[in-house]
């Protein structure tokens, strides 16, 4: 009985999840026919033969139920944390691709690191989290500490710019890549399965 209850949590947890992906996503036009399926609307923009190819792709819902067994639960904290991991990867001397820490918030209160100078505008976001939940982009120090009692635990950083080439196709958002890193089970061998460069947000619509 409790596996089951568990199991359901579980799947609240991901329509929970996949509820909030949608609201975010800005596709050409809502898909209901795709949800019952398990797939966001904006799919059929990415993946123009969906309709006629479904069986080829895997569901968001399906991706969503089952991802969090990729990973143990003691990766899955260390992903969330993002100072924990940042310092691994300064470590692994990835360290100057890093976002530029430049203060913390702590229970509404703004910590400055030594050191500061005049900065194009900063972002604010959970020390913990993903998804970009309660990010928040603000113009200088004045607007941190306007906002600053909306945070418990975070971070404030150096707003990131474009590249030139990626300022070129869409200069109104952060237009990231996403990579998939992986890990073959003969070898043990880390690659990369795919990557993603993602061009445009909610605000500025698709590009």
């Known amino acids: 009985m409790s596996r089951t209850i568990g199991q359901m949590r579980r799947q609240l947890g991901v329509l929970r999840g996949l509820s909030r992906l949608e609201r975010r996503s800005s596709p050409s036009r809502r898909r209901p026919d795709l949800w019952v399926r398990g797939f966001l609307s904006d799919r059929a923009d990415i993946y123009p033969d969906l309709r006629t190819r479904r069986s080829a792709y895997v569901s968001d819902w399906a991706v969503e139920s089952r991802q969090h067994l990729l990973n ?85 950083q150096r707003r990131a710019i474009n590249h030139e080439y990626a300022s070129a196709i869409n200069p109104g958002s952060l237009n990231t890549i996403r990579v998939l890193a992986m890990r073959d089970p003969m070898t043990a061998e880390p690659f990369v399965g795919a990557a993603v460069h993602k061009f445009g947000s909610l605000r500025t619509g698709c590009v």
């Open 72 to 156: 143990s639960r003691a990766t899955v904290a260390l992903l969330r944390d993002k100072t924990a991991f940042a310092e691994l990867l300064e470590q692994k001397g990835f360290g100057a691709y890093l976002p530029v820490t430049v203060g913390q918030i702590r229970d509404g209160a703004v910590e400055w690191d030594g050191g500061l100078d005049a900065a194009e505008g900063f972002i604010i976001k959970p020390r913990l989290g993903r998804q970009a939940r309660d990010v928040c982009l603000v113009a200088d120090r004045d607007e941190v500490l306007l906002v600053a009692g909306d945070y418990r635990d975070a971070l404030i």
